[in-house]
């Protein structure tokens, strides 16, 4: 059974008009703020299995942190991010990178059980329909493996959650939401059984994200 989660705040038209925006200046300004969070995620992938599905792979920042018997695939709305991905890909040699592919993370196009891992870095803030994305992950990954995500959990109180809460009124041209709370990942999680919470650590800055990790049973 899916939760449904939709957000109708997003589109994926509001997704692709945004990170064609962020594309040339994504790295410039992201880079510091969400590496603990790409570090993290990398080395719990490191742990697990050889074929890895990175959903939301954007300028693929995390492409280097992957050890090199793994076997990665990227995929993106983006094409703007995803060429400067591939640019990175080609001058670090990183020969175990098959694949960077604009494709939609509610619509993967692979067969069931085709990855021992899926990762999504600061992804699911910027879907249209975070529960779907989730599916999507879970179905393509093999039992046994795990489903990793690193993402930005809401503030419920304090100055944090009011300046979340200014940010939100401008999700669209964002390209996420600055409120997500972390219902509508723990929900998803609970509404089927074929999965297992393995951890839920916040992150640093400042605890403004998440790693959480999922076994699929």
Do not use: C
Request: aromatic residues 6%; neutral net charge; hydrophobic residues 45%.
């Amino acid at each position: 059974m899916s939760v449904d989660h939709k957000q109708s705040d997003i589109t994926h038209t509001n997704v692709e008009d945004a990170y064609a925006r962020w594309a040339p200046i994504y790295d410039r300004v992201f880079t510091a703020v969400m590496k603990p969070g790409r570090l993290a995620a990398a080395e719990a992938l490191n742990r697990v299995g050889g074929r890895i599905l990175d959903v939301g792979v954007g300028t693929g920042l995390e492409l280097p942190m992957f050890s090199g018997a793994k076997s990665i695939v990227g995929i993106d709305l983006s094409a703007p991010m995803l060429e400067i991905g591939r640019k990175r890909v080609a001058e670090l040699g990183l020969k175990n990178v098959e694949s960077l592919l604009v494709m939609d993370a509610m619509n993967l196009e692979f067969p069931d059980a085709s990855f021992d891992a899926a990762v999504a870095p600061y992804v699911i803030t910027t879907v249209p329909d975070p529960a779907r994305t989730m599916d999507e992950m879970a179905r393509v990954v093999k039992p046994g493996g795990e489903l990793i995500i690193v993402n930005h959990i809401a503030a419920t109180s304090g100055p944090i959650a009011w300046i979340e809460g200014m940010m939100a009124k401008r999700s669209a041209k964002l390209g996420w939401r600055p409120t997500f709370p972390w219902e509508i990942i723990g929900d998803w999680i609970s509404s089927r059984a074929d999965l297992e919470l393995l951890e839920r650590r916040k992150l640093n800055p400042l605890g403004l994200f998440a790693l959480i990790r999922i076994r699929r049973k």
